[in-house]
């Protein structure tokens, strides 16, 4: 009974996956029509975030290196929380049974807090020393 509900279930995966993958494709098909201007409209819309990071600093290269800040801090969230998610497995679940991995998954964790504390905080820091004492 065992082996025809395993069986019964493994086909009914790879009924799904194949599916998914059609229509995958399908959509595919369909996305590369539209990706010319997709792509002319996202680069559009940089330019005017640089022209107007540009514009609020005064200078191109303190425009660019605050737009590049502000990428790094809205980026750095997930990226970090998915840091911390694989320290804590490494520290509560695998480090039941092994220490070594239980201080892995602590550094782990510090070293995403940390890293994440410093990419949210280094755009507000530059902004503060650029806009306020700069002048």
């Keep these: 009974m065992k082996k025809i ?4 279930a493994i086909i009914l995966i790879l009924i799904l996956s194949l599916s998914t993958t059609i229509l995958a494709v399908e959509e595919k098909n369909m996305a590369e029509t539209n990706t010319a201007g997709e792509l002319m409209e996202i680069k559009e819309e940089t ?3 640089m022209d107007e990071y540009t514009r609020k600093y ?7 290196t605050a737009f590049i ?4 801090r809205l980026y750095s969230i997930p990226l970090c929380f998915l840091g911390i998610a694989i ?3 490494y520290q509560y679940v695998l480090g039941t049974r092994r220490l070594d991995m239980k201080q892995k998954g602590f550094g782990l964790i510090v070293a995403f807090i940390t890293i994440l504390v410093i990419c949210q905080v280094l755009p507000l820091i530059f ?3 650029v806009r306020g004492w700069r002048g």
């Design 5 to 8: 509900i395993t069986v019964s």
């Design 47 to 49: 330019k005017t975030e």
């Design 69 to 72: 800040l502000n990428k790094v």
């Design 87 to 89: 320290g804590a497995l």
């Design 127 to 129: 902004a503060i020393v």
């Design 58 to 64: 005064g200078s191109e290269s303190y425009g660019m």
